[in-house]
T-cell receptor
Framework: DTEVTQTPKHLVMGMTNKKSLKCEQH?????MYWYKQKAKKPPELMFV???????INESVPSRFSPECPNSSLLNLHLHALQPEDSALYLC?????????????FGPGTRLTVT | QQPVQSPQAVILREGEDAVINCSSS?????VHWYRQKHGEAPVFLMI?????EQMRHEKISASFNEKKQQSSLYLTASQLSYSGTYFC?????????????FGTGTRLTVIP
């Protein structure tokens, strides 16, 4: 099983809502990532979890709050988002956080903030 | 730290070849290549390591020139299925972690 799954596929939320994105993998990977991708742009790294601990936070605003409840699951909690946060949110995983290790991407959640 | 890709876009007829370049201003540890079709997740193609050999994925190959801090992706005898946006992802020794910086992207369209 080389699949990373993400739910929901699409999400529309108002600026005062609280919602969560979910990511799951069953490949035994110990590193998991959140990326944000705007239309026609490359993915931009947001967070990295290594062995369920947050290891990288790329200066992401606090309205995005990641959580890694166990080695298979990664959540992204959203609160008080802005319209400019509308984007495709991609989750990825890799065997571990070493350099030069392949990352497997999920299909993404397309988020629209109204 | 974002690597620069060229060209930005290319249109090919089936069977033609293309080269996509990825250049960095910083010393690279490795270069990853991904293809992303519209509305889908990026799909891993290959990784090239500093000092490593040229890699191949089907009829797609890539090289890594350490001196120039550049990687090139070679698409040979292109097929319709090659269409998509190609991204290079680079990581650097300094970060000590698999923190990929994706390039600007190259949109490849293969027409019959």
């Amino acid at each position: 099983d080389t699949e990373v799954t993400q739910t929901p596929k699409h999400l529309v939320m108002g600026m005062t809502n609280k919602k969560s994105l979910k990511c799951e993998q069953h490949m035994g990977h110990r590193a998991m990532y959140w990326y944000k991708q705007k239309a026609k742009k490359p993915p931009e790294l947001m967070f990295v979890y290594s062995y369920e601990k947050l290891s990288i936070n790329e200066s992401v605003p606090s309205r995005f709050s990641p959580e890694c409840p166990n080695s298979s699951l990664l959540n992204l909690h959203l609160h008080a988002l802005q319209p400019e946060d509308s984007a495709l949110y991609l989750c990825a995983s890799s065997q571990d956080e070493r350099l030069a290790v392949e990352q497997y991407f999920g299909p993404g959640t397309r988020l629209t903030v109204t | 730290q974002q690597p620069v890709q060229s060209p930005q876009a290319v249109i090919l007829r089936e069977g033609e070849d293309a080269v996509i370049n990825c250049s960095s201003s910083k010393a690279l540890y490795s270069v990853h290549w991904y293809r992303q079709k519209h509305g889908e997740a990026p799909v891993f193609l290959m990784i090239l390591l500093k000092g490593g050999e040229q890699m191949r994925h089907e009829k797609i190959s890539a090289s890594f020139n350490e001196k120039k801090q550049q990687s090139s992706l070679y698409l040979t005898a292109s097929q319709l299925s090659y269409s998509g946006t190609y991204f290079c992802g680079t990581d650097y020794d300094q970060t000590g972690a698999n923190n990929l910086f994706f390039g600007t992207g190259t949109r490849l369209t293969v027409i019959p």
